[in-house]
């Protein structure tokens, strides 16, 4: 069911002020993710436009934002240099379709497989992405890497930093926005304190007159509708060779950022987006996109941070962020154009603040060593690269570590029965990190003629499994011995069954201990 606003705490009043709010903040950072990929700014202001009006309308997290981000920007800049602007909105709508796909096979749910201190690393490595993005505002217009170095992954790059009266206006209008949006909820709550703060600031720097950096400085947004437009590139094999791995990296980008900024949101408004809902959507929108002129986006931490600070909490905030940034495009541009630079750094240095994890310093030397390193290599890794890298690194160190640990849970304690056979009872799966514990607790030469196998407290988990059951059923069948296998689980059995020939059918299935239709363990 489509409802514009989620419930008594997200009113309209508070969804349309916090989508102004957005709307406001998302110009100039359409604009630089634009300049970034090697575009035009309408390139990015249509995405902004399009991307989050589609995700706010059919997607599956009420309340988050979308739009052009960096970490896409950074992967087309290089199919922009090579082809061309053309292959880049073909690369777009693949995207899409990959994304679209990737909702209706239920992919969204996979997000689950990221770790807490992954997610930590996540928001840690993004509010200081953010951040050195701010910094690079405080150099002076026109040097190399002002606008490319703000939004490369925070890096800074060749910034000559302002001085004198330029560095200290800039510096006291910063202050005065984060002063205005952190202490105005003291008096007042009708409108947005961001929304407050942006509107002060820039009345201030209108009627005093005072010489400072304004949006209009970055670019013009002036523009008329995006209109319907089919990609100019050769419907081919060697296009879809070219476009296919941007489409790839940029669909798993865009999902990945935008399934944990659903995470995010949902633990800040205790609520619960629809992941393959919200793939399905992302992948709409930048299809859409691709066919109107626009770079493609997906979810953006930092807008929708502004948008939940600021009372957004149902789909009316992004439409009402999506549609004001069209009536930039439209009819306000010169108005928006006079803005501050300032107003909107200090916006994003308290969405700094209020992103960062300040709780992990704490909570750091109390989880285990592993953790605490996973979530400072994914920090590290987001600033230095990328989300999508961070992550993967995050939840493949994560998963080493473990299958380390568990590896370690084997256990094999041997008995004889009253038959005379020799009994080992296994505790703890067994995998390609335990196998060779699994195979060092056995020693076919001093064991009786008949031997069991007893898998009531274990399980065989993967193909390495597999291989140390064959191997070791090769050694007894080698010393002239009998080998049975008994209180398999289900799941066990059926992974075996599956294996065919490379497990001995003996090892399997043996009559006397009922091993086909056990159903302990």
């Known amino acids: 069911?489509?409802?514009?606003?989620?419930?008594?705490?997200?009113?309209?009043?508070?969804?349309?002020?916090?989508?102004?709010?957005?709307a406001?903040?998302?110009?100039?950072?359409?604009?630089?993710?634009?300049?970034?990929?090697?575009?035009?700014?309408l390139v990015g202001l249509y995405a902004a436009f399009m991307v989050g009006l589609i995700t706010a309308v059919i997607g599956g997290r009420p309340g988050m934002i979308s739009g052009a981000t960096g970490a896409l920007a950074v992967v087309m800049v290089a199919l922009v240099a090579d082809h061309g602007v053309e292959y880049l909105f073909a690369a777009v709508v693949l995207m899409g379709v990959i994304q679209i796909?990737?909702?209706?096979?239920?992919?969204?749910?996979?997000?689950r497989m990221v770790p807490h201190p992954v997610m930590l690393g996540f928001v840690n490595g993004?509010?200081?992405?953010?951040?050195?993005?701010?910094?690079?505002?405080?150099?002076?217009?026109?040097?190399?890497?002002?606008?490319?170095?703000?939004?490369?992954?925070?890096?800074?790059?060749d910034v000559a930093w302002l001085e004198g009266q330029q560095l200290y206006m800039l510096v006291g209008l910063v202050a005065l926005t984060m002063l205005i949006i952190q202490f105005l909820p003291r008096l007042t709550k009708a409108i947005p304190s961001s929304l407050a703060a942006i509107v002060v600031v820039s009345l201030l720097v209108y009627g005093l007159q005072l010489d400072t950096r304004v949006v209009g400085d970055i670019a013009s947004i002036k523009g008329g509708l995006p209109s319907f437009h089919i990609p100019g590139v050769p419907l081919s094999l060697e296009t879809l060779m070219i476009i296919l791995p941007y489409s790839i990296i940029l669909a798993a980008i865009g999902l990945i950022e935008s399934l944990l900024t659903l995470r995010l949101v949902d633990e800040i408004t205790e609520t619960r987006g629809r992941?393959?809902?919200?793939c399905i959507g992302q992948g709409v929108a930048n299809t859409v996109t691709g066919f109107f002129g626009g770079m493609g986006g997906c979810a953006m931490i930092g807008q929708s941070m502004i948008n939940v600070n600021s009372g957004g909490r149902g789909r009316l905030s992004g439409i009402s962020a999506a549609l004001f940034l069209l009536l930039f495009i439209l009819v306000a541009s010169p108005l928006i154009e006079q803005i501050p630079l300032a107003a909107l750094i200090g916006v994003m240095f308290i969405v700094v603040i209020g992103t960062f994890e300040w709780s992990s310093f704490r909570v750091i030397r109390k989880v285990p060593r592993s953790d605490?390193?996973?979530?400072?290599?994914?920090?590290?890794?987001?600033?230095?690269?990328?989300?999508?890298?961070?992550?993967?690194?995050?939840?493949?160190?994560?998963?080493?570590?473990?299958?380390?640990?568990?590896?370690?849970?084997?256990r094999i304690e041997a008995r004889e029965d009253h038959k005379g056979s020799t009994v080992y009872a296994i505790t703890g799966p067994l995998f390609f990190g335990s196998v060779t514990s699994f195979l060092e607790g056995f020693d076919p030469a001093l064991d009786n003629d008949d031997v069991v196998i007893d898998f009531a407290r274990s399980r065989v988990a993967d193909h390495s499994g597999l291989e140390a059951i064959d191997t070791l059923a090769d050694r007894?069948?080698?010393?002239?011995?009998?080998?049975?296998?008994?209180?398999?689980?289900?799941?066990?059995?059926?992974?075996?069954?599956?294996?065919g020939n490379l497990v001995e059918v003996n090892v399997i299935e043996d009559p006397r201990y009922f091993v086909a239709d056990d159903v302990l363990g």
């Open 372 to 410: 605490a390193i996973v979530l400072v290599l994914v920090s590290a890794v987001t600033v230095a690269t990328d989300l999508a890298m961070a992550v993967v690194v995050g939840v493949i160190v994560s998963a080493l570590v473990f299958a380390w640990e568990h590896a370690k849970h084997i």
């Open 24 to 41: 406001l903040a998302l110009v100039p950072e359409a604009v630089a993710f634009a300049f970034v990929a090697g575009v035009e700014p």
């Open 101 to 111: 796909s990737a909702g209706a096979m239920k992919l969204g749910k996979f997000i």
């Open 476 to 499: 007894y069948l080698s010393a002239g011995k009998t080998l049975h296998l008994v209180h398999l689980s289900e799941d066990c059995r059926k992974l075996l069954r599956r294996a």
């Open 1 to 22: 069911m489509f409802e514009l606003n989620s419930g008594a705490t997200a009113t309209t009043r508070n969804d349309i002020l916090s989508g102004l709010t957005v």
């Open 275 to 278: 992941g393959n809902k919200e």
């Open 126 to 157: 993004l509010a200081i992405v953010i951040f050195l993005a701010q910094l690079n505002q405080f150099g002076t217009p026109g040097e190399a890497g002002w606008l490319e170095g703000t939004f490369m992954q925070g890096t800074i790059i």
